[in-house]
Nanobody
Framework: VQLQASGGGLVQAGGSLRLSCAASGRTFSSYAMGWFRQAPGKEREFVAAINWSAGTTYYADSVKGRFTISRDNAKDTVYLQMNSLKPEDTAVYSC????????????????WGQGTLVTVSS
């Protein structure tokens, strides 16, 4: 079972990026999924989550209104559209499967995928 994040890169402040998280080995279409990020020297923090049907989404206050999480269950892929990027958004972004409970807590997620680096220059 693998989750692979991609789509990171270097972007100027105010720019946009779209991250993808593809699952392989099994399907997670019946599970909620989440995006997290970890900046250098900081703990991993919640960014966004989406339930299995894509009917409900959750966002950290710091990204609300700028980031949009979505999913395509047919492709076993979750996306994170990031607009109006700021230097403080610089981090390694990872995706994970939600196994129930608090959506905002890393302890309720598993199958952490390899992250993708997002660097926002000022």
């Amino acid at each position: 079972v693998q989750l692979q994040a991609s789509g990171g890169g270097l972007v100027q402040a105010g720019g946009s990026l779209r991250l993808s998280c593809a699952a392989s080995g099994r399907t997670f279409s019946s599970y909620a999924m989440g995006w997290f990020r970890q900046a250098p020297g900081k703990e991993r923090e919640f960014v966004a989550a989406i339930n299995w049907s894509a009917g409900t989404t959750y966002y950290a206050d710091s990204v609300k209104g700028r980031f949009t999480i979505s999913r395509d269950n047919a492709k076993d892929t979750v996306y994170l559209q990031m607009n109006s990027l700021k230097p403080e958004d610089t981090a390694v972004y990872s995706c994970a499967v939600h196994f129930g409970g608090n959506y905002y807590n890393t302890g309720h997620y598993g199958y952490w995928g390899q992250g993708t680096l997002v660097t926002v220059s000022s």
